[in-house]
């Protein structure tokens, strides 16, 4: 037996030292960590890691506003009208529109976590302020989750100010400016004061909507499909969505962050919450090798554990 456990160790020490060199060949840092929902068994990667966490602020945004929809503090038929002028950066939905539209709450939400419109989040953060979905975490405790600004805030950095041929400039300083312990000079990048979060708050919010139905049932379920709709599938999906899996998730890109966490159901009834973050220390927005090595670590991890 005793033989057994530490064979069983040394090949847990293998994986995660071939994942973490797999990470550093492809230019990454990364927190991971792969859950099993019903048995609690894991395994990760720096999961205790705090990262600025881009859009994935939209999911407990959402879980905050379905929320306040279900007590009835918010109506999900008002309508928000959106002007081009007030309209947040971004290349898909609401973000392109070139004229004047109304959007109910709810459709904003949905917006938001299917195709990660920042215009329908920061609506959405007009009327539930990032001060009131932080209280939220807090209510739920998930230690190591912080919400303090809003989605126009990431841009307000160099990246709006820059020419798109220059864009790789934002990239440079994103990658060079920061300090070990966090700090960075673009505040938004800074995790003591950013949207910041770790694999494992991550994980234990994912464990919360889908074991323990929390905030309430109700919003768990709505939130449960509308990450199932998550248009953006170039990351982590390839390696969780098939036949007999189901996959809703939730990706976070600004600058050199890529991150993306979700739960994959199996038909034999399994369930594992998976949350990768990482940053690259490559200089530039397209990097197709390093999204593919987010996607085989992450279902390596998974694999192991299952």
């Not at 890109?253 to 369930?271: A, C, I, K, P, S």
């Not at 996607?295 to 694999?303: F, K, P, S, V």
Request: net charge negative.
């Amino acid at each position: 037996m005793r033989s057994w456990r530490s064979n069983h160790m040394k090949h847990l020490q293998q994986i995660l030292a071939d994942a973490e060199n797999q990470l550093a060949e492809a230019g990454l840092r990364g927190g991971f960590l792969v859950r099993d929902l019903d048995t609690g068994t894991e395994i990760g990667i720096e999961p205790d890691t705090i990262f600025p966490i881009a859009s994935l602020v939209k999911v407990p945004l959402a879980l905050t506003v379905l929320e306040m929809i279900r007590t009835g503090d918010l109506d999900p038929a008002r309508t928000i009208e959106l002007l081009p002028e007030n309209r947040t950066p971004g290349l898909t939905g609401l973000c392109t529109f070139q004229h004047p539209t109304k959007v109910a709450v709810f459709d904003l939400v949905s917006l938001a976590l299917s195709i990660s419109d920042d215009t329908a989040a920061d609506a959405l953060f007009d009327i539930c302020t990032p001060r009131m979905v932080d209280h939220l975490m807090q209510q739920l405790h998930i230690p190591g989750l912080r919400i303090r600004h809003t989605i126009r805030t990431l841009y307000q950095t160099l990246a709006e100010r820059l020419a798109p041929h220059e864009a790789h400039l934002a990239h440079t300083l994103a990658i060079q400016a920061g300090t070990p312990g966090g700090g960075h000079l673009i505040p938004q990048l800074d995790i003591t004061q950013a949207n910041a979060g770790s694999a494992r708050s991550f994980v234990n919010l994912l464990e919360q909507i889908w074991i323990h139905s929390a905030p309430s049932p109700e919003t768990a379920f709505t939130t449960q499909q509308m990450m199932s709709t998550n248009l953006m599938r170039h990351r982590l999906t390839p390696d969780f969505a098939t036949g007999t899996s189901r996959w809703a998730s939730k990706t976070g890109t600004f600058l050199n962050l890529r991150h993306e966490v979700g739960v994959v159901e199996h038909n034999d009834g399994t369930r594992f919450a998976v949350a990768a973050l990482t940053e690259s220390r490559v200089p530039t927005a397209t990097q197709p090798a390093a999204e593919q090595t987010l996607g085989h670590i992450a279902r390596t991890l998974h694999d192991t554990i299952r």
